[in-house]
């Protein structure tokens, strides 16, 4: 569901930081009004948003979905930002599965400013353009991603194994995000099939599901 406009403008509200020394201010209304600019001039349609916010309205990370041709999934533009320098601002080209919303990300488009010097919001400014110009490259490339993991079969094994190192070893999930993977993987009817795509939007949705704004990317990535 999309943001509604007041929230939007009270997240633009919040009242702006005053760290002084070297702090590069980069407000969060960069994240709505100039993105949004930058898609339209450039022929991008928004058919969707979510935003979530943290520590009143201080942390932000959300994405834009955009009208695209394909039928499974269309390119996302996602970002984070926050006021009080617990997060970096940061955007990236990702991708939205249109069924379920999950995200999808490779990482490698990211773009990542910490709030420092008179020239953060310059420069992060420049990077939005970049980021958004090479939108299409990085969709199609999200898109063989999806294809190569369509053809890894993976059984019940790997699965528990992979769960495992996730919840264990990388202290990547929850405890009541092991239990949503788990059902995912009974119940779901868009993605019965036992392969490494079916497994990955297992574990995106119970992270759509319980993600902070803190750690949504971290964890998609």
Not at 136 to 150: A, P, V
Not at 177 to 202: C, G, P, R
Request: net charge neutral; proline share 2%; aromatic share 10%.
């Amino acid at each position: 569901m999309a943001t509604n406009w007041q929230h939007k403008q009270d997240i633009i509200n919040t009242p702006n930081p005053n760290h002084g020394g070297k702090y590069g201010y980069i407000p969060h209304k960069v994240f709505f009004d100039e993105i949004e600019e930058k898609l339209d001039k450039k022929g991008y349609s928004i058919i969707d948003d979510r935003i979530m916010t943290t520590k009143n309205n201080q942390i932000i990370a959300g994405n834009y979905l955009i009208k695209g041709d394909d039928s499974e999934m269309y390119p996302a533009i996602t970002f984070t930002n926050s006021l009080n320098k617990m997060r970096k601002a940061e955007i990236w080209g990702s991708s939205l599965v249109l069924v379920c919303r999950n995200g999808m990300t490779r990482g490698f488009s990211k773009y990542s400013r910490k709030h420092l010097g008179e020239n953060a919001l310059p420069d992060f400014r420049k990077h939005i353009e970049i980021v958004i110009n090479d939108l299409d490259n990085e969709f199609e490339k999200l898109k063989i991603n999806r294809e190569e993991l369509k053809t890894k079969e993976i059984d019940k094994k790997v699965i528990n194994q992979l769960i495992g190192d996730m919840y264990i070893q990388e202290s990547l999930l929850t405890e009541t995000q092991l239990s949503l993977i788990k059902k995912e993987s009974k119940v779901s009817t868009d993605f019965k099939e036992m392969n490494a795509w079916s497994f990955y939007n297992w574990c995106t949705q119970a992270l759509r599901d319980q993600n902070h704004a803190l750690n949504y990317d971290k964890s998609h990535i």
